[in-house]
Nanobody
Framework: QVHVVESGGGMVQAGGSLRLSCAAS????????MGWFRQAPGKQRELVAG???????NYADSVRGRFTISRDNAKNIIYLQMNTLKPEDTAVYYC??????????WGQGTQVTVSS
């Protein structure tokens, strides 16, 4: 199993920045994929950004150019740097890990609120 714990959410004004962190219970080298998802009230959970073991990243069109996912292998942490935040980025952000057997694990989520 790979347990993940998010931190770094909060409230910010539009145009501001936040950085989310996701700490994994195992080495990120043992994890096939880690990513950030978000879920706004009344909407489905959606992928925001992901990074695989080789370091390849992918982003939702709505955040590309504003958000950056990165990984610190020494600390077993992934980050989501969020810049130029918009009110529509308001959501609960979840970290997810998927191991090489295909088993996925969710964090408890962290709230991000962007005021206009």
């Amino acid at each position: 199993q790979v347990h993940v714990v998010e931190s770094g959410g909060g409230m910010v004004q539009a145009g501001g920045s936040l950085r989310l962190s996701c700490a994994a219970s195992r080495s990120t080298f043992d994890i096939n994929f880690m990513g950030w998802f978000r879920q706004a009230p009344g909407k489905q959970r959606e992928l925001v950004a992901g990074i695989n073991r080789s370091g390849t990243t992918n982003y939702a069109d709505s955040v590309r150019g504003r958000f950056t996912i990165s990984r610190d292998n020494a600390k077993n942490i992934i980050y989501l740097q969020m810049n130029t935040l918009k009110p529509e980025d308001t959501a609960v952000y979840y970290c997810r890990s998927v191991d090489f057997r295909g088993a996925g694990y969710w964090g408890q989520g962290t709230q991000v609120t962007v005021s206009s």
